[in-house]
């Protein structure tokens, strides 16, 4: 199955698809350097994580963006690799929940160490989002070049 849009329609569409992205993506690289600037010990836990909890909100508009927009842009369904890039949005989706909850785990310990086994589901957190972000793009520009 192939959907079609007219080109005027397409043109919006990409727009849209565009800017969601930089949204998005953009909040999450931000919320990704916050991260790492804690690691670093540049950053506190607590400033870390007043910085990034509004950044949820672009973070799921751009999602639902690029989820809304990518239906006008004639996604070829057949094509194993449209599959598999609808797959990576599935996993940003699920770990972006998964993120949430992290979030809320970490504000509850309060100044306190950070255990291990949150420090290992942080680094999981972050490295899956990347990968798929990265991943969705490359797919992205693959399929816009046909």
Same mark, same amino acid.
């Given at each position: 199955m192939h959907l079609r849009a007219d080109v005027t329609l397409h043109t919006v569409a990409l727009f849209a698809h565009l800017a969601s992205l930089v949204l998005g993506f953009g909040a999450v690289l931000a919320i990704d350097y916050y991260g790492a600037l804690?690691? #670093?010990?540049?950053? &506190?836990?607590?400033? @870390? %994580?007043d910085f990034t909890a509004p950044l949820h909100v672009p973070v799921w508009a751009g999602l639902g963006g690029l989820l809304f927009?990518?239906?006008?842009?004639? *996604?070829?369904? $057949? $094509? *194993? %690799? &449209?599959? +598999?890039? %609808?797959?990576? @949005? %599935? /996993?940003?989706?699920?770990?972006? +929940?998964?993120?949430?909850?992290?979030h809320r785990r970490l504000a509850? +310990?309060?100044?306190? *160490? /950070?255990?291990?086994?949150? #420090?290992?589901?942080? !680094?999981? &957190?972050? $490295? @899956? $989002?990347? !990968?798929?972000?990265?991943? &969705? +793009?490359?797919?992205?520009f693959l399929n816009s070049r046909h």
């Open positions: 804690w690691l #670093m010990g540049r950053k &506190t836990l607590h400033e @870390v %994580l927009s990518g239906a006008f842009l004639h *996604p070829d369904l $057949s $094509s *194993p %690799l &449209t599959c +598999v890039k %609808l797959g990576l @949005v %599935l /996993v940003l989706s699920l770990n972006g +929940v998964q993120a949430s909850a992290l509850a +310990v309060d100044g306190g *160490p /950070v255990g291990r086994r949150l #420090m290992i589901r942080g !680094a999981a &957190t972050a $490295s @899956v $989002s990347q !990968a798929a972000w990265w991943g &969705t +793009v490359a797919i992205g």
